[in-house]
């Protein structure tokens, strides 16, 4: 009896050795809870909600957000910066210059392990600007804690994703001349 329970015990220590002894992921509900996450940052964007983005961030000096605004890239440190800028943003006048922006994300690729998560994905920008359609693409990267079971947003990284360029070759290069 004694040697099974030596057995028995020495077995649940190396699993816990190996294993961390962490509760284990259902990482197809995690996958599902991440996604929702991310997109309910953009639809409470659009919504101009600083109250749904302030659910789905994590509110601590440690949090970052990084994206294009011109021809610069803005670093955001922390979550007041964080929340200060998209108010700045819901208040600025160049949200009358467009009119029907969306922004699908496409083509995920989720990574989650029991206290943290990080998505890939490409961004979808199409709408009107000035009168005029517009379209353009980025990429991005959302890294995420699970804070008493739930997901909450960390850092984003966006990145607007170069135009192709049309290969000069010497009839094309003819032909603009």
Same mark, same amino acid.
Request: proline content about 3%; glycine content about 2%.
């Given at each position: ?70 021809? $610069? =890239?803005? *670093?955001?440190?922390?979550?007041? #910066?964080? +929340?200060?800028?998209?108010? !700045?943003?819901?208040?600025? &006048? ?59 947003? $960390? =850092?984003? *990284?966006?990145?607007?994703?170069? #135009?192709? +360029?049309?290969?000069?070759? !010497?009839?094309?290069?003819? &032909?603009?001349?």
């Amino acid at each position: 009896m004694k040697k099974t329970f030596y057995i028995l015990g020495s077995l649940l220590l190396f699993t816990c050795i190996f294993n961390g002894c962490q509760p284990q992921v259902d990482i197809e509900a995690a996958e599902k809870a991440v996604i929702a996450v991310n997109e309910e940052e953009r639809d409470a964007f659009f919504a101009k909600d600083i109250i749904r983005l302030a659910e789905v961030w994590v509110q601590e000096p440690s949090s970052r957000r990084y994206f294009p605004s011109g021809k $610069s =890239l803005r *670093v955001l440190n922390g979550w007041t #910066e964080i +929340k200060a800028d998209y108010e !700045e943003d819901f208040e600025a &006048e160049w949200w009358d210059d467009y009119k029907d922006v969306k922004a699908d994300f496409l083509n995920y690729v989720v990574s989650v392990n029991a206290n943290s998560a990080v998505v890939y994905h490409d961004i979808h920008w199409t709408g009107m600007y000035l009168e005029e359609p517009f379209e353009t693409n980025q990429n991005r990267i959302v890294y995420l804690v699970n804070h008493d079971d739930t997901w909450k947003i $960390s =850092l984003i *990284v966006q990145m607007t994703v170069p #135009e192709e +360029k049309e290969e000069v070759t !010497e009839e094309t290069a003819e &032909e603009v001349q």
